[in-house]
């Protein structure tokens, strides 16, 4: 299996702009995570999904953020507008049971 | 909301030294997760604990589930320089559904000197 595949790798945009960041699960997977990383927080969890469902978003920072997962093989977490303290690397990752999985994270940077 | 306190936050040691972190939680998890992280990658899996008390190896690593739920250590022994990274601790609720969240640590950050 390819494990946990996330694009972009790197975003660099302008405040203001739209940024949608894409994940695709481990296959078989029903459970996906958002999470955020910055040196100041740490690994924070924003989202996550069960069989598609979005189970508790109690993470997510504001409105700005929103997360869909139209099917099994595909999510995507949605900044709009982007502002610079939204800059982090943010994770997916994806689990079965207990153990989770991450991809190797997109790194954002808003200008 | 449950917290981790993990230290030390960083670490500095010579080749072939052995080290030692720990996490400590303000409530009872059922599950303690070890997890290492590499520059530019996501965090892997190294330890997976499932019962109060519980010693687990894998190769150099050795990690141990607090009798009082509340608490988890990992060990490395004689430290290599591919041991660099930042290691995180998890704790997870357990039992399915929403307990399958983690609470990650804010990870140790460990270097290792030739």
């Known amino acids: 299996d390819a494990g946990v595949i996330q694009s972009p790798r790197h975003e660099v945009t302008e405040m203001g702009q739209e940024v949608t960041l894409r994940c695709k699960p481990i296959s078989g997977h029903d459970y996906l995570f958002w999470y955020r990383q910055t040196m100041m927080r740490g690994l924070e969890l924003l989202i996550y999904?069960?069989?598609?469902?979005?189970?508790?978003d109690s993470g997510m920072p504001e409105d700005r953020f929103s997360a869909k997962m139209p099917n099994a093989s595909f999510s995507t977490l949605k900044i709009q507008p982007s502002e610079p303290r939204d800059s982090a690397v943010y994770f997916c990752?994806?689990?079965?049971?207990?153990?989770?999985?991450f991809g190797p994270g997109t790194r954002l940077t808003v200008l | 909301g449950q917290q981790l306190n993990q230290s030390p936050q960083s670490m500095f040691i010579q080749e072939g030294e052995d080290v030692s972190m720990n996490c400590t939680s303000s409530?009872?998890?059922?599950?303690w997760l070890w997890y290492k992280q590499d520059p530019g990658e996501g965090p892997v899996l190294l330890i997976a604990?499932?019962?109060?008390?519980e010693l687990t190896s894998n190769g150099r690593l050795t990690a141990q589930f607090g009798i009082t739920r509340k608490d988890s250590f990992l060990n490395i022994s004689a430290s290599i320089p591919s041991d660099v990274g930042i290691y995180f601790c998890a704790g997870q609720p357990g039992g399915g559904g929403s307990n399958y969240k983690l609470t990650f640590g804010k990870g140790t950050l460990l270097t290792v000197n030739p």
């Open positions: 999904f069960n069989n598609n469902v979005p189970i508790d």
């Open positions: 409530s009872i998890f059922n599950t």
């Open positions: 990752a994806s689990s079965l049971t207990h153990t989770q999985y």
């Open positions: 604990l499932y019962k109060a008390g």
